[in-house]
Every structure is written in structure tokens, then in C-alpha cells.
């Protein structure tokens, strides 16, 4: 495939709109949409860092060097993305806590009419815990949740990402459970419910396929 040029993260006038869900039970749930926007600057000592509006209010910091992203936030900064890993790379995700994620597959997927590089990065503790990162989108749960999470109860689906009338994403783009559009076979792999690799399905059971549980 050609090279493809890389495209920034952090953008001035790019606008992430989030669906949240709060499920009380089976038939009873709120549901919410909530706006972040990279709107102007702020300079920590003598670094500059771009702001990160939630809702119209700052709630975070964000700068990029170098293909990563950090994020400043109750007076430290981590690394939240790093659209430079290579396959077999491994990230420790601080913010959240969430342990190490290994890079599993890196492809192309065509959004909103133009190729943009997607990484597959699998949980070393639990391998179907499985994410996507798309070069210049971030996560499909918003610009701050990297990693699949749930945060008192919401759960949280990226509608779409656009900067100054370009749309770089739309939901609909890809399917709920994993990436449709995608320029490789689905993985048979399979893995038992605790995570390890399962060669051949020999009987009867609950497995997780593609980050899906499948029978």
C-alpha cells in the first residue's frame, strides 16, 4: 500500500460529538450527547498545549510531537495516544490505569471517502479486550477514552469527528462490534472467557472471537 501522510491529532477547531448511554436495566436508560472541541492555547511554564472544551468548558490540555499525544490534567501529563506504534508494540495506559495493550493489527480503513490508518491494540490481560485507534480521529469512545471503559455506568459511542467542515468520521462508518471497511480477513482466532488463546473450538461453549463473544 502507498505510504500514507500522517494526519495530526490535535487540530485547532476539531469537534468530537459523543453519544452516552446510563443503563439502570434492561428497559430503563438515559441517554445524552456531549461535545469536545480543540478551541485555543494554554501555556504550562514553557510548554504549549492546545485546549480541549467539554461541553464549551476547558477540561483538558492536549499537545502532539512526534506522533504521540499527551494530555495534561491534575497537574501531570501522560501519553494518551501514540499513532506511532508499530505491530507487537506494547503502551501502559497511565491515565485511566487500565494496564498494557499490544499492537495486534495496523490497516487501512476508508472514512468518510478518504484512507485513514487504524491499529488494533489487544489487552495483555485479557486478550479480547480489543480497541481501535484511526490516525487523526482517536478512539471510537471520544478523544479522552483511548481504551474501551466504562465510567459509572455510561457507556460511550463516538458519533462523528470533524475539523473546520471535514468530516474524518461518522458512526455508521463501522459496525458496533469491531471495524467494517477493512482491507484484511477477520481473525479465527479464538480465546476462552479468561482470555487464553484457544487453537481449535473442540466443543461446545462461550468463546470470544474478533473481540465478540460467539458460541
Known amino acids: 500500500h502507498p505510504q500514507q501522510d500522517y ?3 490535535v487540530e485547532e477547531g476539531k469537534v468530537w460529538t ?8 434492561t428497559d430503563d436508560f438515559y441517554v445524552d450527547t456531549t461535545k469536545y472541541e480543540i478551541k485555543g492555547d494554554s501555556l504550562i511554564g514553557d510548554v ?3 485546549k480541549l472544551l467539554l461541553d464549551g468548558k476547558c477540561r483538558y490540555l492536549l499537545r502532539e510531537e512526534g506522533k504521540r499525544v499527551y494530555m495534561f490534567n491534575n497537574d501531570e501529563e501522560f501519553l494518551l495516544y501514540d499513532f506511532g506504534l508499530g505491530m507487537g508494540d506494547v503502551m501502559e495506559e497511565k491515565l485511566h ?4 495493550y499490544q499492537v495486534s493489527r495496523i490497516f487501512s480503513v476508508n472514512a468518510s471517502d478518504r484512507p485513514l490508518k487504524c491499529m488494533e491494540l489487544t489487552g495483555l490481560e485479557y486478550a479480547y479486550d480489543v480497541n481501535y485507534w484511526i ?4 478512539g471510537l469512545e471520544g478523544p479522552v477514552w483511548p481504551f474501551y471503559s466504562t465510567r459509572d455506568g455510561a457507556f460511550l459511542t463516538l458519533l462523528s469527528c470533524e475539523v473546520n467542515g471535514e468530516v474524518l468520521y461518522q458512526h455508521g462508518d463501522f459496525t458496533t462490534t469491531g471495524i467494517s471497511h ?3 480477513p477477520a481473525s479465527s482466532t479464538l480465546y476462552d472467557l479468561q482470555g487464553r488463546k484457544v487453537g481449535i473450538q473442540t466443543r461446545k461453549g462461550l468463546y470470544i472471537k474478533d473481540g465478540r463473544k460467539v458460541v
Not at 97 to 100: C, E, I, R, S, Y
Not at 135 to 138: A, I, N, P
Open 7 to 9: 494526519r495530526p491529532f
Open 18 to 25: 459523543l453519544e452516552s448511554k446510563v443503563q439502570f436495566s
Open 48 to 50: 504549549t498545549y492546545k
Open 97 to 100: 490505569g487500565l494496564g498494557d
Open 135 to 138: 490516525e487523526g480521529v482517536g
Open 182 to 184: 477493512i482491507t484484511y
